[in-house]
T-cell receptor, first 116, second 114 residues
Framework: KAGVTQTPRYLIKTRGQQVTLSCSPI?????VSWYQQTPGQGLQFLFE???????NKGNFPGRFSGRQFSNSRSEMNVSTLELGDSALYLC???????????????FGEGSRLTVL | AQSVTQLGSHVSVSEGALVLLRCNYS??????LFWYVQYPNQGLQLLLK??????LVKGINGFEAEFKKSETSFHLTKPSAHMSDAAEYFC????????????FGTGTQLKVEL
């Protein structure tokens, strides 16, 4: 079974631009979460999608947005890029969610964004 | 809000020595606990998890962790370090009923020396 696939792996943007990152979860997984990883702030939760609906959101400005499609694939978008948005963006998928879900998250290799 | 504290941002051990990476969590209700490993330029890989039941959890690559409710700890151990264990390790907590949101510790970089 293929793992979580993130594209692109590396990208360079300049301040003020916008970027879209893509994530294809493991086949059959319906939950997709996004995390930002930086040396200063560590791993921070961005948002979680399940059945095309945002279920959870972290403490990030509105410039960060996402969506999930009917095939569970997800995209996240960052508009008006700032230098501080330079980070590794990780996507993770899980079979399901809910109170009884004890499953793990499976992470992709990430998209490394550099903002100049 | 839940939080996770990893003591020691850098730990260095000799090959063959015991590995002990510390993790403490704050939660009024026992959460689900995880240890993930990250190798350079890669994503996170699950080492082990605690949900319910047995408090001593065995994971991949010879790692194990013990959930101690009284100490709110979930320390990661491995009896004998190998050079390939050099990586960054993250402890994470997920609140029951909180969806799939993980709260991560700040990570511990493990160095293994000859």
């Amino acid at each position: 079974k293929a793992g979580v696939t993130q594209t692109p792996r590396y990208l360079i943007k300049t301040r003020g631009q916008q970027v879209t990152l893509s994530c294809s979860p493991i086949s059959g997984h319906r939950s997709v979460s996004w995390y930002q990883q930086t040396p200063g702030q560590g791993l921070q939760f961005l948002f979680e999608y399940f059945s095309e609906t945002q279920r959870n959101k972290g403490n990030f400005p509105g410039r960060f947005s996402g969506r999930q499609f009917s095939n569970s694939r997800s995209e996240m978008n960052v508009s008006t890029l700032e230098l501080g948005d330079s980070a590794l963006y990780l996507c993770a998928s899980s079979e399901t969610r809910g109170r009884s879900n004890t499953g793990e998250l499976f992470f992709g290799e990430g998209s490394r964004l550099t903002v100049l | 809000a839940q939080s996770v504290t990893q003591l020691g941002s850098h730990v260095s051990v000799s090959e063959g020595a015991l590995v002990l990476l510390r993790c403490n969590y704050s939660s009024s209700v026992p959460p689900y606990l995880f240890w993930y490993v990250q190798y350079p330029n890669q994503g996170l890989q699950l080492l082990l998890k605690y949900t319910t039941g047995a408090t001593l959890v065995k994971g991949i690559n010879g790692f194990e962790a013990e959930f101690k409710k009284s100490e709110t700890s979930f320390h990661l151990t491995k009896p004998s370090a190998h050079m390939s264990d050099a990586a960054e390790y993250f402890c994470a907590v997920r609140r029951t009923g909180g969806g799939n949101k993980l709260t991560f510790g700040t990570g511990t970089q493990l160095k293994v020396e000859l």
